[in-house]
């Protein structure tokens, strides 16, 4: 009992000290260098993630089953990918969206969420002097049992944003749409994995050997075997593979 009332005493110390930061310790990171400083990404799971850079906090479809975001920093910018609950989360979203926030969106979005900026697939425009693109996301071929697609064309966005000389592709719900081809210059790609929502590592590694980033997360992967994906790769040379705790 002794021990415990000091171990619960050293967290409640260390959690006023340091405030969000011995939270963060629980999710895998990655410091990625940029020539304007460097771009610190959480993976916080599923299709969640959060980035930091240049003293700007930027989450990425924040989603209370992944992570308790009454615990992590509020954030300057957030990107919604599409509307779907496990992308946009309202409790999530209120935990760290503050007056100043800027939420990047789409339409479908707009439905739900208010006050944020809508952003059509294809366009582009700096938002907190980041850049932000939006670039298509849906299905080509896995669909419901009513033979609508789990993702429709024209409702659902990823997004290239770029930090310095480095553009980030989050690909958001999607399958290798001939949009995500004729990407270019990518530095780092989040392509997601999750069956049969999305792409199968077949699909993954047909779309990075295409636009070929130089560094690939497969993300949102569920119980897709990414080992899969690991052996489609090995001979690229070219695209590192990163994997990371992003069931």
């Not at 992308?87 to 439905?111: G, Q, W, Y």
């Not at 980041?130 to 659902?156: Q, W």
């Not at 047909?206 to 949102?220: G, I, M, S």
């Amino acid at each position: 009992m002794e021990m415990r009332r000091i171990t619960e005493a050293l967290l409640a110390v260390c959690g006023l000290l340091l405030g969000t930061a011995c939270f963060a310790q629980a999710f895998e990171h990655d410091t990625i260098k940029t020539s304007v400083g460097d771009l610190e990404i959480s993976f916080i799971g599923h299709g969640s993630l959060m980035m930091q850079f240049g003293g700007k906090v930027i989450h990425v479809d924040p989603f209370s089953n992944v992570g308790d975001y009454g615990q992590m920093p509020k954030a300057d910018i957030i990107l919604l990918t599409h509307h779907h609950r496990d992308h946009l989360d309202p409790a999530a979203l209120s935990l760290v969206r503050t007056k100043t926030t800027d939420v990047i969106m789409t339409k479908k979005c707009a439905e739900k969420v208010s006050g944020g900026i809508v952003m059509a697939t294809g366009s582009s425009r700096p938002v907190q002097r980041i850049k932000i693109k939006a670039v298509p996301a849906y299905n080509l071929v896995h669909k419901r049992d009513s033979g609508e697609f789990f993702h429709p064309k024209g409702e659902g966005n990823g997004y290239v944003i770029t930090f310095g000389d480095t553009r980030v592709y989050i690909a958001g719900d999607t399958e290798n749409t001939p949009e995500m081809k004729e990407l270019s210059k990518i530095d780092i790609a989040f392509l997601p994995m999750n069956l049969p929502y999305t792409m199968t590592p077949e699909m993954v590694a047909d779309a990075a050997l295409e636009f070929r980033p130089k560094v690939l997360y497969p993300y949102h992967f569920g119980e897709t075997d990414t080992s899969r994906l690991v052996e489609l790769m090995k001979e690229e040379k070219d695209v590192e593979m990163r994997l990371r705790k992003m069931q």
